[in-house]
């Protein structure tokens, strides 16, 4: 089922989620109704709280991405353990549509998680794939791409966005 990808200045994108303790036929679904709202929006990575859900899931798809590894992941509760190496690439966010701004990340991380039927998984991400994964463990913990960019680049991209809004709800 797609989902209504919630928008900037929500306030569940502002809010850390919580542990998921159990994974079970709810979350099964939440998953699939990530991904299905994911591709409807042709993203490649989804936090739970953008469709409104305060858990900390995220789902990662880079196989659309012609100038990346096929990678197609479900992490419940990660965690990152180690990065490594800087990046700077421009980033878009499903919540901020319309917005593009380049964004300084690690350029290698080690992660752990459950995998979707509760087992520990690891993984060593680079480049774009670390981006998305850093990305999305950023709306975990209630914190939006906006907020890595300070200054002036920051105020102009908000103006941006709010005059987007404007232009979104006189045409409505």
């Known amino acids: 089922m797609i989902r209504e990808v919630l928008k900037y200045p929500h306030p569940i994108l502002k809010t850390p989620t ?6 079970d036929q709810e979350i099964y ?3 699939q109704d990530m991904f299905d709202t994911m591709y409807h929006e042709e993203g490649v990575g989804l936090a739970a709280n953008q469709i409104g859900v ?3 899931i995220m789902v990662i798809d880079t196989t659309p991405r012609k100038d990346s590894q096929p990678l197609k992941l479900v992490l419940i509760n990660p965690e990152l353990v180690h990065a490594e190496g800087n990046i700077v690439y421009k980033e ?7 917005i593009s701004l380049e964004v300084e990340r690690f350029s290698r991380v080690y992660l752990k998680a459950l995998d979707l039927e509760g087992k520990e998984v690891e993984y060593t991400l680079e480049g774009f794939p670390a981006i998305v994964f ?11 791409f906006i907020d890595r960019v300070k200054g002036v680049k920051r105020r102009l991209a908000l103006e941006k966005y709010a005059k987007l809004q404007r232009a979104w709800t006189s045409s409505s």
């Not at 878009?92 to 319309?98: A, I, N, R, V």
């Not at 709306?139 to 939006?144: A, D, K, R, V, Y």
């Open 18 to 23: 919580q542990k998921v303790q159990d994974i």
């Open 29 to 31: 679904n939440l998953v």
């Open 54 to 56: 305060p858990l900390r």
């Open 92 to 98: 878009g966010c499903l919540s901020f549509p319309g």
């Open 134 to 144: 850093q990305h999305e463990l950023d709306h975990l913990e209630g914190i939006t």
